[in-house]
Protein backbone atom coordinates (compact mmCIF):
# COMPACT_ATOMS: atom_id res chain seq x y z
CA UNK A 1 0.00 0.00 0.00
CA UNK A 2 2.78 2.19 0.82
CA UNK A 3 4.49 2.19 -2.71
CA UNK A 4 1.01 2.79 -3.89
CA UNK A 5 0.94 6.24 -2.32
CA UNK A 6 4.50 7.30 -2.66
CA UNK A 7 3.57 5.94 -6.51
CA UNK A 8 0.74 8.36 -6.42
CA UNK A 9 3.06 10.99 -4.63
CA UNK A 10 5.30 10.68 -7.32
CA UNK A 11 2.77 11.27 -9.82
CA UNK A 12 1.36 14.23 -8.36
CA UNK A 13 4.22 16.37 -7.67
CA UNK A 14 5.66 15.74 -11.55
CA UNK A 15 8.98 16.25 -12.27
CA UNK A 16 9.39 19.00 -9.47
CA UNK A 17 10.83 18.77 -6.19
CA UNK A 18 8.52 17.41 -3.50
CA UNK A 19 9.08 17.50 0.20
CA UNK A 20 6.72 17.68 3.49
CA UNK A 21 7.22 21.38 4.03
CA UNK A 22 6.00 22.04 0.33
CA UNK A 23 3.33 19.95 0.85
CA UNK A 24 2.09 21.55 4.56
CA UNK A 25 2.41 25.02 2.53
CA UNK A 26 0.40 23.69 -0.15
CA UNK A 27 -2.49 22.91 2.42
CA UNK A 28 -1.73 26.62 3.97
CA UNK A 29 -2.42 28.23 0.52
CA UNK A 30 -5.57 26.07 -0.10
CA UNK A 31 -6.65 24.27 3.23
CA UNK A 32 -10.63 24.33 1.73
CA UNK A 33 -9.16 22.33 -1.21
CA UNK A 34 -7.30 19.51 0.87
CA UNK A 35 -10.16 19.63 3.85
CA UNK A 36 -12.67 18.69 0.81
CA UNK A 37 -10.21 15.80 -0.69
CA UNK A 38 -9.96 14.09 2.37
CA UNK A 39 -13.69 14.37 3.23
CA UNK A 40 -13.92 12.93 0.04
CA UNK A 41 -11.68 10.07 0.37
CA UNK A 42 -13.42 9.33 4.10
CA UNK A 43 -16.81 9.89 2.54
CA UNK A 44 -15.94 7.68 -0.13
CA UNK A 45 -15.01 4.87 2.36
CA UNK A 46 -17.97 4.95 4.28
CA UNK A 47 -19.91 4.84 1.05
CA UNK A 48 -17.93 1.43 0.21
CA UNK A 49 -18.85 -0.18 3.77
CA UNK A 50 -22.01 0.80 3.91
CA UNK A 51 -22.94 -0.23 0.13
CA UNK A 52 -21.54 -3.85 1.19
CA UNK A 53 -23.50 -4.42 4.01
CA UNK A 54 -26.81 -2.66 3.64
CA UNK A 55 -26.94 -1.97 -0.34
CA UNK A 56 -29.12 -5.85 -0.17
CA UNK A 57 -28.35 -5.68 -4.47
CA UNK A 58 -30.25 -2.30 -4.93
CA UNK A 59 -28.15 0.08 -7.19
CA UNK A 60 -28.77 3.49 -5.66
CA UNK A 61 -26.39 5.42 -8.30
CA UNK A 62 -28.91 6.13 -10.98
CA UNK A 63 -30.57 8.37 -7.43
CA UNK A 64 -27.11 9.78 -6.65
CA UNK A 65 -26.60 10.58 -9.91
CA UNK A 66 -30.22 12.68 -10.30
CA UNK A 67 -29.35 14.10 -7.07
CA UNK A 68 -26.15 15.57 -7.64
CA UNK A 69 -27.26 17.01 -10.98
CA UNK A 70 -30.40 18.34 -9.29
CA UNK A 71 -27.68 20.29 -6.60
CA UNK A 72 -25.56 21.73 -9.33
CA UNK A 73 -28.22 23.03 -11.23
CA UNK A 74 -29.60 24.90 -8.21
CA UNK A 75 -26.12 26.14 -7.21
CA UNK A 76 -25.79 27.33 -10.42
CA UNK A 77 -29.75 28.85 -10.40
CA UNK A 78 -28.58 30.77 -7.35
CA UNK A 79 -25.08 31.89 -8.09
CA UNK A 80 -23.56 34.64 -10.02
CA UNK A 81 -22.02 32.47 -12.91
CA UNK A 82 -22.00 33.38 -16.88
CA UNK A 83 -24.66 32.66 -19.46
CA UNK A 84 -24.30 28.58 -20.48
CA UNK A 85 -23.70 28.60 -24.36
CA UNK A 86 -24.88 25.33 -25.91
CA UNK A 87 -22.84 23.71 -28.81
CA UNK A 88 -22.73 20.47 -30.69
CA UNK A 89 -19.33 19.74 -29.35
CA UNK A 90 -20.11 20.80 -25.73
CA UNK A 91 -23.01 18.75 -25.58
CA UNK A 92 -21.52 15.51 -27.05
CA UNK A 93 -18.52 15.96 -24.11
CA UNK A 94 -21.15 16.02 -21.99
CA UNK A 95 -22.87 13.30 -23.05
CA UNK A 96 -20.42 10.84 -23.28
CA UNK A 97 -18.57 12.12 -19.76
CA UNK A 98 -21.89 11.41 -18.41
CA UNK A 99 -22.48 7.44 -19.71
CA UNK A 100 -18.61 6.94 -18.97
CA UNK A 101 -19.58 8.60 -15.08
CA UNK A 102 -22.77 6.72 -14.93
CA UNK A 103 -21.17 3.46 -16.30
CA UNK A 104 -18.22 3.64 -13.31
CA UNK A 105 -20.17 4.29 -11.04
CA UNK A 106 -22.84 1.36 -11.71
CA UNK A 107 -20.08 -1.10 -12.48
CA UNK A 108 -18.33 0.15 -9.40
CA UNK A 109 -21.36 -0.23 -6.91
CA UNK A 110 -22.24 -3.75 -8.14
CA UNK A 111 -18.45 -4.68 -7.38
CA UNK A 112 -18.60 -3.93 -4.04
CA UNK A 113 -22.09 -5.50 -3.52
CA UNK A 114 -21.03 -8.70 -5.49
CA UNK A 115 -17.26 -8.87 -6.10
CA UNK A 116 -14.11 -9.91 -4.54
CA UNK A 117 -13.05 -7.26 -2.23
CA UNK A 118 -9.72 -8.22 -1.89
CA UNK A 119 -9.25 -7.68 -5.82
CA UNK A 120 -11.21 -4.88 -6.30
CA UNK A 121 -9.01 -3.15 -3.87
CA UNK A 122 -5.95 -4.04 -5.48
CA UNK A 123 -7.39 -2.81 -8.87
CA UNK A 124 -8.80 0.12 -7.43
CA UNK A 125 -4.58 1.85 -6.63
CA UNK A 126 -4.64 2.65 -10.28
CA UNK A 127 -8.07 4.38 -10.69
CA UNK A 128 -5.45 7.58 -10.23
CA UNK A 129 -3.21 6.61 -12.17
CA UNK A 130 -5.92 5.87 -15.37
CA UNK A 131 -7.29 9.37 -14.04
CA UNK A 132 -4.89 11.15 -14.97
CA UNK A 133 -3.42 9.40 -18.32
CA UNK A 134 -7.34 10.26 -19.49
CA UNK A 135 -7.00 13.65 -18.41
CA UNK A 136 -3.42 14.00 -19.84
CA UNK A 137 -4.87 12.05 -23.02
CA UNK A 138 -8.31 14.70 -23.16
CA UNK A 139 -6.47 17.41 -22.35
CA UNK A 140 -3.51 16.65 -24.96
CA UNK A 141 -0.92 17.13 -22.60
CA UNK A 142 2.06 14.81 -22.41
CA UNK A 143 2.68 12.78 -19.02
CA UNK A 144 6.55 13.68 -17.68
CA UNK A 145 8.81 11.54 -16.66
CA UNK A 146 7.77 10.94 -13.09
CA UNK A 147 4.03 10.09 -14.84
CA UNK A 148 6.25 6.97 -15.28
CA UNK A 149 8.00 6.41 -12.67
CA UNK A 150 5.00 6.50 -9.92
CA UNK A 151 2.75 4.16 -12.87
CA UNK A 152 5.50 1.91 -12.22
CA UNK A 153 5.62 2.21 -8.08
CA UNK A 154 1.96 2.14 -8.29
CA UNK A 155 1.95 -1.09 -10.15
CA UNK A 156 4.64 -2.81 -8.39
CA UNK A 157 2.74 -1.86 -4.79
CA UNK A 158 -0.86 -3.35 -6.64
CA UNK A 159 0.48 -6.52 -7.62
CA UNK A 160 2.40 -6.93 -4.20
CA UNK A 161 -0.80 -6.31 -2.59
CA UNK A 162 -2.74 -8.77 -4.59
CA UNK A 163 -0.22 -11.16 -3.94
CA UNK A 164 -0.37 -10.42 -0.08
CA UNK A 165 -4.14 -10.71 0.09
CA UNK A 166 -3.94 -14.18 -1.48
CA UNK A 167 -2.20 -15.37 1.43
Same mark, same amino acid.
Given at each position: ?14 ? #???? !? ?8 ? *? @? ?8 ? !? ?10 ? &?????? *? $?? @? ?12 ? &?????? !? ?5 ? #? ?18 ? *?????? #? *?? !? ?8 ? @? ?10 ? $??? @?????? &? $? ?17
Amino acid at each position: MLLCLLGIVWVMKGD #GAWS !AMIFWQNIQR *N @PSGYGMAFLA !AMTWALYCVFTR &YFGSGV *N $GV @PLFLVATAGVLWLA &YVFTDQ !ATLVFNL #GGLLQVFVMGVMMATAYSCW *NHSIQH #G *NL !AILATMSYFT @PVFSVLLASMWL $GIH @PHTGFM &Y $GVSLVTLGSLLSGWASKR
